[in-house]
């Protein structure tokens, strides 16, 4: 039997992206995915190292490092060499990317509203635990390929 669960996932990841880019747009925040995600993570811990903030978004250390450069440019970020280890850097939040979260907050809240729309409780419970499933043996299979691969 044919599944498509992946190909659908994937479809949902690209629409949704595009959405939130114009929502954000819209609200005066000129911001991609990965950026908002990045702003995300950092908003919870104000600052964080970039293998930090890989892990916590999904992103690759190299993708993450290209974002934040960006991001830095920008005014929204700024790095720094952390003092007790000088092969990690350091990235922190600007008073603009503080001054970004209210407007940000709210476009996530309508993305999450269209998400959800005509699901009740239950199926969004349900549906938000089969995902965390599936990522969660992704995890674990990239966790032994990655083992796997550095022996």
Known sequence: ???RGGFYITQIKQLQERIFERLLLAAGLELNGGQGRILFVLWKEEQLTIGEIGK???LAK???SAVV???VRKGILER???PENRRETIVSLTERAR???GKYEEVSQRMNELFYQGFSGEERDAFESYLIRVRD???CEE????AHTEL
């Open 1 to 3: 039997m044919e599944t």
């Open 56 to 58: 916590e978004t999904s």
């Open 62 to 64: 190299n993708t993450v």
């Open 69 to 71: 450069d960006g991001m």
């Open 80 to 82: 720094a060499i952390n």
């Open 99 to 101: 001054g970004m979260r």
């Open 137 to 139: 043996t992704l995890v």
């Open 143 to 146: 966790e032994k390929i990655r």
